[in-house]
């Protein structure tokens, strides 16, 4: 049985590697796009600002515009840097950033005329089309113009509140009186209650790293696109022939399935391997922090990839109609299970729904283990997810395989 199953393994080796197109896919399409959505090399080590830089136009030059650049300066995420609007815009075509904001020439007087008649006020951020880091920028800015628009809505409810009860005499007195209230407001807000500080424990950070998004959604998805293109394997038997010769042989269709869907799985497991190991000592991600948790890891994605690979293959008809659907469905499942972009961006709706996917459980366990410092006991339950969808895939895939 053994050289059977070596017989079986050498020859879908060739089947599939016969062409260049199948080591696109395999490891220079992954190497690729690891590097270039990853931000491309590691950028230094502890005690570094390694936040995004988004290049700040201050055309205002107020104190509303200045008080914006403080409090994004604050983040976590970005790093607000001072251009002229044509460097910034040019820094933007050529894709050197992800995100520009323009603070328009008013802002801070409109700002205030705003908060009294209850209309917005403007800020304008351009982004390149695409770009994964645009998303956190939005959300960053956003942050901070709600943090000074917060005390100016407080004030400008203030004044209104007053009004209501006694009409001010004029303009003049309600704008003195809600830059009083702006003030107070900004004081109390200002000083605000001790908070809970908490420390990460484990090997990862605790904080979103861009290299490690890339490295752990590329791998997913690359890995997925091959396994559920070995569905052509099988397409390409049944029009051969070969397959129908092969079951008249002394050989069942157990040790069949099992040299063909552990060969695939085993070029899975060596795909990932290569790709974690791009990741580790090109990119920087911290692979290396509970290497057991991540072989299981892996190895139970391998299996439910592998599974719906061959539930795949029985029901396409062709090796194009083959082709098209797993990349279709890898590509797919890949960006709803969050390889391209972080979960927590979707909306809660949609963060359910999705959990239909394997690439979601796997993704999340892959992120728990890069990005929050996770080990065994916490992608447990991921693993067990992901060992189930191979367990009903496999059932479907040798069911179907036994029928036809």
């Known amino acids: 049985m053994f050289n059977k199953l070596i017989a079986i393994f050498r020859k879908d080796t060739i089947l ?25 090399l590691s950028s230094g080590g502890p005690g570094e600002d390694n936040r995004e830089v988004v290049p700040v136009v201050d055309e205002d030059g107020g104190p509303a515009a200045a008080d914006l650049v403080a409090a994004l300066a604050a983040s976590e995420t970005i790093r607000p840097e001072a251009y002229g609007r044509a460097e910034a815009e040019e820094l933007l075509d050529g894709n050197d950033v992800g995100a ?3 603070i328009p020439a008013g802002f801070s007087d409109g700002l205030t005329a705003a908060g009294q008649a209850g209309d917005p ?3 304008v951020v351009r982004s390149a089309p695409g770009n994964n880091i645009a ?3 939005e959300q960053e800015v956003q942050r901070a113009a709600g943090a000074i628009a917060r005390p100016r809505l407080i004030a400008a409810g203030a004044a209104g509140a007053v009004a209501a009860v006694q009409p001010f005499p004029d303009d003049a007195a309600r704008a003195a009186f809600q830059q009083d209230a702006l003030a107070a407001a900004e004081t109390a807000l200002s000083d605000q209650p001790a908070r809970v500080e908490f420390s990460t424990l484990g090997g990862g950070s605790g904080e979103y790293s861009q290299q490690a998004q890339s490295s752990a959604g590329q791998l997913i998805t690359w890995v997925f696109i091959p396994l559920l293109g070995a569905s052509g394997l099988f397409v390409m038997e049944r029009s051969l022939g070969t397959l129908r010769r092969l079951m008249v042989t002394p050989t069942r269709k157990s040790t069949f399935l099992l040299g063909s869907i552990g060969g695939q799985y085993l070029f899975a497991l060596l795909q990932m391997t290569l790709l974690v190991l791009f990741g580790l000592y090109v990119m920087g991600v911290p692979w290396g922090n509970a290497p057991l948790a991540l072989a ?9 990839g592998v599974a719906l690979g061959t539930t795949l293959g029985t029901f396409v008809k062709t090796e194009s109609q083959a082709g098209s659907l797993s990349i279709i469905l890898g ?3 890949g960006m709803l299970g969050g390889a391209m972009w972080p979960m927590e961006l979707f909306p809660p709706a ?3 729904v999705v959990k239909v996917l394997p690439t979601t459980w796997a993704m999340s366990a892959l992120t728990d283990l890069t990005m929050r410092g996770g080990g065994m006991a916490d992608i447990l339950p991921e693993a067990a997810v992901l060992l189930g ?3 009903v895939f496999f059932v479907i895939g040798v069911w179907r395989f036994r029928y036809e």
């Open 100 to 102: 520009i904001l323009i």
């Open 16 to 40: 599939r590697f016969e062409g260049w197109s199948e080591l696109l896919f395999f490891l220079i399409l992954p190497i690729i796009f690891t590097f270039i959505i990853g931000g491309g």
């Open 389 to 391: 969808f191979a367990v």
């Open 350 to 352: 949609l963060q359910q």
């Open 331 to 333: 590509m797919t499942m």
């Open 135 to 137: 998303i956190v920028v």
């Open 296 to 304: 299981v890891v892996l190895a139970a994605f391998g299996l439910a």
């Open 121 to 123: 006020a403007e800020i």
